[in-house]
């Protein structure tokens, strides 16, 4: 009888040590993606398949709803709706029965209502994930930065992890960096660099004509218009709504129908973004933003990089023609911001202020030598601010030429990332770096009343 009964308590820790053993992990996330006024979805991934639920409510501790997929699956993806707009969730993840997250530091913000006013705060990576002692100080200047306010989002401008964006460099470079703060509270709205099309398992031509990089496996993009804007059914670009700022989101590298790039104006990206600024030219403000930039004499040159030219002589007049407010882009490992420019098309040398630059001063409103903000005619529309912000984990050799003639200010040797503020009619930038220091900023104002924050 002893031996049977030491059989059983035997088999009955073996049981247990092998149910144990089996209880999924968190490898990845939470992370929030596609977020809009009503809804958001929520990833995560695990090490085994399993159910998966979210609770979440607007009380910390205190869930209200449940949602559950009965679906055993190691890629969680869970939509909640009927949220309500500018509204604060707190929530918990995990199985139908075990909670692998949910701390009350898990929380997101619902979107504004589009069109809506507000003070609204969208964080800017470019270049971010490559996993250099600088990607954390940045990343920690600016959380420092923003203290006890929050984003209302973050965008990427590619080249998401280094150096082919396979799914397991995006684990190690962006998702396990990001993941204690940012990604968890704050959606996030990405796009493509060339990095993010370096797929070992196939060509670089084909990974730019079919989108199958871990790049559009991590992400979720909000291709149908449920964010705002035109849908694109296409999650390569899309558009989205913050309040009263309309934002696209393009690919600079990838190919549309084996044959258009973005400055390739009759493929079917160029024709989409024609439609968006058509559709959405009553907000009061616009920004466009993806990897190459326009111009740079930062770690590429704008004048020889035959993507980068393209997209200055034939793409930009299609922005500057709808009245688009702010550019930005990454790619060149500095940072480097123009004034309102408008109807610059060719080489630097081409470059001429008196018919280029729409601006006077320095686009600082701080009193300072020589500040005024930058003033945007409502009615011309003319004038458009270019950043190139790709410094957000290195900075590299610039280019003999560096800075570029169009530019105001340019920076080859601190990392940082950008902080987009926007209330009613005004507009600021911010370039928060390694060290804590604001080096540059600059703000733009319509020509209407101004808001005071």
């Not at 270049?127 to 002692?133: E, F, Q, S, V």
């Not at 296409?234 to 190919?255: M, Q």
């Amino acid at each position: 009888m002893r031996k049977v009964y030491i059989l059983l308590l035997l088999l009955s820790l073996l049981c247990s040590a092998r149910s144990t053993a089996q209880k999924a992990q968190l490898l990845r996330g939470p992370y929030l993606q596609s977020a809009t006024p009503n809804s958001i979805l929520i990833r995560w991934r695990t090490d085994a398949a399993t159910r998966s639920r979210v609770s979440y409510g607007t009380v910390a501790g205190h869930p209200e709803k449940t949602i559950s997929d009965v679906a055993l699956v190691t890629e969680h993806i869970v939509k909640l709706e009927g949220l309500q707009p500018g509204t604060r969730y707190y929530y918990s993840i995990g199985g139908l029965k075990d909670t692998l997250q949910g701390a009350g530091d898990n929380y997101f913000t619902t979107l504004p209502l589009p069109g809506s006013t507000g003070y609204y705060r969208i964080g800017v990576f470019g270049d971010c994930g490559d996993l250099t002692i600088h990607q954390r100080q940045v990343r920690d200047a600016f959380r420092g930065y923003l203290g006890t306010t929050d984003l209302t989002a973050w965008i990427l401008l590619g080249d998401n992890a280094y150096n082919d964006g396979t799914d397991a460099e995006y684990q190690a470079k962006f998702f396990n960096v990001y993941k204690d703060d940012l990604l968890k509270k704050y959606p996030v709205f990405p796009a493509p660099g060339n990095h993010d099309y370096h797929d070992t398992d196939f060509s670089a031509a084909y990974a730019q004509n079919h989108h199958t990089t871990a790049y559009y496996q991590n992400f979720s993009m909000p291709v149908s218009g449920e964010s705002g804007g035109v849908p694109s059914h296409n999650p390569a670009f899309y558009a989205f709504d913050i309040g009263n700022v309309h934002f696209l989101s393009l690919d600079s590298y990838g190919k549309e129908e084996n044959r258009y790039y973005l400055y390739d104006t009759s493929g079917p990206q160029v024709q989409w973004v024609k439609k968006d600024l058509a559709a959405n030219r009553n907000k009061d403000w616009v920004v466009v933003y993806w990897h190459h930039p326009p111009y740079s004499m930062g770690t590429h040159n704008s004048d020889t990089d035959g993507n980068m030219r393209r997209i200055r002589e034939n793409f930009i007049r299609i922005l500057e023609k709808a009245g688009v407010d702010l550019v930005i882009c990454g790619h060149s490992h500095v940072y480097e911001r123009s004034g309102l420019l408008h109807g610059h098309y060719g080489k630097e040398a081409s470059f001429d202020a008196s018919k280029h630059s729409f601006s006077q001063g320095s686009g600082k409103d701080d009193g300072t030598a020589n500040s005024a903000p930058y003033i945007r005619n409502e009615h011309t529309k003319k004038g458009t601010v270019y950043v190139v912000s790709g410094s957000s984990s290195s900075v590299g050799q610039p280019e003999a030429a560096f800075p570029h003639d169009a530019m105001y200010y340019s920076n080859a040797t601190v990392t940082g990332a950008g902080l987009l503020e926007v209330q009613g009619n005004r507009l600021d930038f911010k370039w928060i770096c390694e060290d804590g220091v604001v080096r540059d900023h600059f703000t733009i104002m319509k020509n209407r009343l101004q808001v005071t924050k």
